[in-house]
């Protein structure tokens, strides 16, 4: 009796570690995400750049401004597509980590706002980016300054969400909506 109870539990827990793995394979074959690392990365090391699709061109690629560097802030602009490639638009913000980038499709652009400079002051300016260079925008109403808020396109009701964030000495928890045609609104 005893042998039977020890082969039962042994076919027990190859039949488990058998659905186990089956389980695993299946998991991996219909999850299409995972990483690899790119060859071409010729970017400085930064952190806190920002980065957003870009659809102002077609196809749509991903652009990158500014971060933290090992020389400091800076507030230079690139573009991925397979490889990073260097942007030198005629007008750019001023260097920035920490700012919140988000492409617009209505207006065919991308927003960047906010951030901080390398003296540490938290910024609350606007600029669009329209594939070319960045124009500074001047809205009648605007999020109050901050640093590393989130953001995205809300494709339902058109316009851009920007959540949170923080200043200087505390986070934040307001909304603020960009809708097409119009000065930034507070939620």
Excluded: C
Aim: charged share 10%.
């Amino acid at each position: 009796m005893r042998s039977f109870v020890t082969i039962r539990n042994i076919v027990l827990a190859a039949v488990a570690a058998a659905a186990s793995l089956l389980m695993f394979s299946l998991a991996s074959a219909t999850n299409p995400y995972g990483w690899s690392l790119s060859s071409s990365d010729v970017t400085p090391a930064r952190s806190g750049a920002a980065v957003s699709q870009d659809g102002t061109t077609a196809p749509a690629q991903t652009l990158l401004f500014g971060g933290k560097a090992a020389t400091g802030v800076v507030n230079d602009t690139w573009r991925w597509n397979g490889a990073w490639t260097k942007l030198n638009p005629t007008t750019s913000p001023t260097a920035r980590s920490g700012a919140t980038l988000v492409y617009d499709p209505v207006h065919n652009q991308a927003l960047l706002f906010g951030g901080a400079n390398s003296a540490g002051g938290v910024l609350k300016d606007t600029w669009a980016w329209n594939g070319t260079t960045w124009t500074h925008l001047s809205p009648a109403k605007s999020p109050p300054a901050r640093q590393n808020a989130a953001a995205a396109w809300d494709p339902v009701h058109h316009v851009i969400v920007l959540f949170g964030g923080a200043t200087k000495t505390a986070k934040l928890q307001d909304t603020w909506t960009e809708p097409p045609h119009t000065s930034l609104s507070h939620n």
